[in-house]
């Protein structure tokens, strides 16, 4: 696990810019924290790095799920604050898009058994109004990644 703490929005978006750099279009990553802690903050600057023509990235609290398309990638940002049952992921479509889109999933928790084992999962926590401590788990074959991040 990598301990990193962020100082300031720059510095969350520096942080989105090194994660940008190693991953693939077929990922999973999870966003774990508070409310207020920068997770849609973070996913969206990793998503407009990722997809420069994306303007906009708003949480997709209300509609669980939002979809950004280029020719490299097909992302799906997921919000699952609200789902009370498991088997909702299957209404949603993040089972079937695990294995064919990059996936950013905020509040996983609930669905931890169906997540893959290969993944980035991304810890925040409020140090203070600017301060993050974010903590990077870097899960199965996405090890692999560690290094390419470390040399950034």
Request: aromatic letters at 8%; proline letters at 4%; one cysteine or more.
């Amino acid at each position: 696990m990598i301990n990193i703490l962020i100082n300031s929005k720059n510095d969350m978006i520096q942080l989105a810019k090194r994660i940008a750099d190693i991953i693939s279009p077929f990922d999973t990553i999870t966003l774990r924290g508070d409310l207020g802690c920068g997770k849609t903050f973070f996913t969206k600057h990793l998503i407009t790095t990722l997809i420069p023509e994306v303007t906009e990235v708003t949480s997709p609290t209300f509609l669980i799920v939002q979809n950004y398309r280029s020719d490299k990638y097909n992302i799906h940002h997921y919000d699952l604050y609200r789902l009370k049952n498991p088997l909702e992921i299957i209404e949603i479509g993040l089972e079937e898009n695990l294995d064919t889109s990059l996936n950013i999933i905020e509040w996983p928790e609930i669905i931890e058994e169906q997540l893959p084992e290969d993944r980035l999962d991304i810890y925040l926590t409020h140090q203070d109004e600017s301060k993050r401590q974010v903590n990077l788990d870097f899960k199965g074959t996405f090890q692999n990644n560690l290094l390419n991040f470390n040399a950034k």
